[in-house]
């Protein structure tokens, strides 16, 4: 008999960490919505032909590894892309925020670092304008999350961190009006979250189950973290709290009930700020150039450090593109200097920190 495949673990030693397959202390800093398909536009694509062959295995390569691992970044978050849309309806009103695949897994495997893969087992995204509440009780939800994980898991590959579900799900209040009766929320997420996980598990019985994507804006249903907390390894959570003085610590406050209540250490799975730009001179509302940017990247890391739940932070995003209107790079793949110099700083030296902790 084989043991356990080498995977990344959570442990708890008074702080909560990530764990290599070695069991080597991982602060996951990831990068968000990283695809080839942004620099695939008319105002760039002859720059992607000549500057990585219109390959995307080089660009990913020679461009997005080179350059996240350079500036201090180790882990491939969510890669599927906003792709159309004015943006979010965050209090009512509906806006349908296409948002592409991502990449495929076996490009992602190859990459050499660190990934996340995820499987869309509902349709119920709060920025989704057509959504589909299936009824997960039914036999055909299981059929669907079978088919998702005996596709897409990889149980053997020890640079797999783990499975997301749903970008912020939307329970029984989305905006278009749909959503599970709300008596009902007990039973319904009983079966979404046992029966998903399960099928992740018959396929792959070794890596983490990161589950959703939780937004502090947005919210979730106790009920909904009650049976999350029964089958899931990690509260993943997607926060963009504004540039107001006290923002970032009342959504750090939100997130620690959340952690209190399921016990579940915490991935902030996808966060960042904007600024307007050339391309997108509207894109106000966060801070008002890259250096702003900087000093709020800076802080957001340092508060997420200093958390004991906190297993790491993914950024977004990667390459400025017209509809998502912010990244660590610009719209011709030329980084925002004023804002990667000081990220490129502070990751090393919080990594360094969180490392030299478990030293001690």
């Known amino acids: 008999m084989t043991g356990p495949r080498p995977a990344f673990a959570v442990s708890n030693d008074g702080r909560w960490r990530l764990r290599t397959p070695d069991g080597t202390p991982f602060l996951s800093v990831g990068v968000v919505h990283a695809d080839d398909t942004n620099l695939r536009y008319p105002h760039n694509i002859d720059l992607f032909r000549s500057r990585y062959g219109g390959s995307r295995r080089r660009w990913l390569r020679e461009g997005l590894v080179h350059d996240m691992t350079s500036w201090g970044f180790n882990t491939l978050g969510w890669t599927s892309e906003y792709v159309s849309g004015t943006g979010l309806a965050l209090d009512g009103g509906v806006v349908d925020l296409g948002h592409s695949d991502g990449l495929p897994p076996d490009d992602l495997a190859a990459a050499g670092v660190p990934y996340t893969l995820s499987l869309r087992v509902a349709e119920i995204e709060h920025w989704n304008g057509t959504p589909a509440y299936r009824d997960p009780r039914a036999p055909a939800f299981a ?153 709020g990247y800076v802080a957001s890391a340092e508060a997420f450090t200093e958390r004991p739940w906190c297993l790491g932070w993914h950024w977004c995003s990667w390459l400025e593109n017209p509809h998502r209107g912010f990244g660590l790079k610009d719209p011709w793949d030329e980084p925002y200097r004023d804002l990667t110099d000081a990220v490129t700083e502070t990751n090393h030296r919080l990594t360094r920190l969180v490392q030299g902790r478990t030293e001690g």
């Not at 797999?160 to 008596?183: I, K, N, Q």
């Not at 983490?208 to 106790?222: E, F, K, N, Q």
């Open 143 to 295: 059929q669907w999350c079978d088919h998702l994980a005996r596709t897409l898991c990889r149980p053997d590959d020890p640079l797999l961190l783990g499975y997301f579900l749903v970008d912020v799900p939307s329970w029984y209040r989305h905006p278009t009006g749909a959503g599970y009766p709300e008596a009902d929320l007990p039973r319904i997420a009983e079966a979404y979250y046992g029966v998903s996980t399960e099928a992740i598990r018959r396929h792959d019985p070794h890596h983490l189950i990161l589950g959703d994507r939780y937004g502090t804006r947005t919210g979730v249903p106790d009920a909904v973290l009650d049976a999350m907390a029964q089958y899931v390894d990690v509260l993943s959570v997607q926060t963009f709290p504004g540039p107001e003085p006290r923002a970032l610590e009342e959504s750090l406050a939100l997130i620690g009930r959340w952690h209190e209540r399921t016990s579940r250490p915490v991935l902030i799975a996808d966060t960042g700020n904007w600024c307007p730009t050339v391309m997108n001179p509207w894109r106000t509302g966060s801070a008002r150039d890259q250096r702003e940017r900087a000093a």
